[in-house]
């Protein structure tokens, strides 16, 4: 997996440690419902910033990629654009539905999937790059360490992990499931290097400045699951 060799490992910012709680996870969510009513603020059709900057930094090079919490396929479908060998996964049957509509529209060839996080299972594939809008922070703590067994039987030395998340510095009842810096580390330093953590805003289908969030830059270790 190409790297750039530059890339540093960074503390990212100060942090409320008190603050612990992952706000605002949709416990039972019908997340059809939601793509159905059109109750998806998420759902911009904008490619994220977040995951332009990698391109364009040269942190990460066309390679075999996966995204996990696709939606509607905005982001996988700019990967195959740019040359990845994309599979994108969902736990709305509606949103990858819509996500293959989409793809043939933009004649890109992507495997979309609909599955459940962390019970995702591609035995014998291995992908060099990673992409999550979004998906871990809404991952039930006692189900954290079955989503990085999940991610660590997903990739390999080398591979880069691009997380975003919500930012417990700013949580709010309208955004996402928050998360703090400490409580990141704590959860996948094990098997994988920050090369960054910083903070951006997402962007929403709301007109007001979107929630505060945290870019999470990983690659994973020499380090057996």
């Not at 696709?70 to 599979?87: E, P």
């Not at 510095?169 to 910083?198: K, Q």
Request: glycine share 6%; hydrophobic share 30%.
């Amino acid at each position: 997996m190409n790297i750039r060799s530059s890339l540093t490992l960074t503390r990212g910012c100060n942090i409320n440690k008190k603050v612990r709680r992952n706000r605002n996870i949709d416990e039972g969510k019908d997340w059809n419902e939601a793509y159905k009513q059109d109750d998806t603020p998420w759902d911009t059709g904008i490619t994220s910033k977040e995951l332009e900057k990698a391109l364009h930094e040269e942190v990460i090079a066309p390679c075999r990629a996966l995204e996990l919490g696709c939606g509607t396929g905005t982001n996988a479908i700019y990967l195959a654009q740019k040359g990845f060998d994309v599979t994108a996964v969902d736990i709305s049957q509606l949103a990858v539905k819509k996500a293959r509509e989409k793809s043939e529209v933009a004649r890109v060839k992507v495997r979309f999937m609909q599955t459940e996080i962390p019970n995702l299972r591609l035995p014998g594939e291995v992908f060099d790059f990673v992409f999550d809008r979004g998906c871990f922070h809404t991952t039930r703590q006692e189900d954290r360490q079955r989503f990085v067994k999940m991610l660590t039987g997903l990739t390999t030395e080398g591979s880069i992990y691009l997380m975003l998340c919500g930012n417990a510095r700013e949580p709010r009842e309208d955004g996402p499931p928050v998360l703090t810096e400490e409580e990141i580390r704590e959860t996948f330093s094990r098997y994988f290097n920050f090369c960054w953590i910083r903070e951006f805003r997402f962007v929403t289908t709301d007109k007001k400045p979107g929630p505060l969030g945290y870019s999470c830059l990983m690659e994973r270790k020499r380090v057996k699951p």
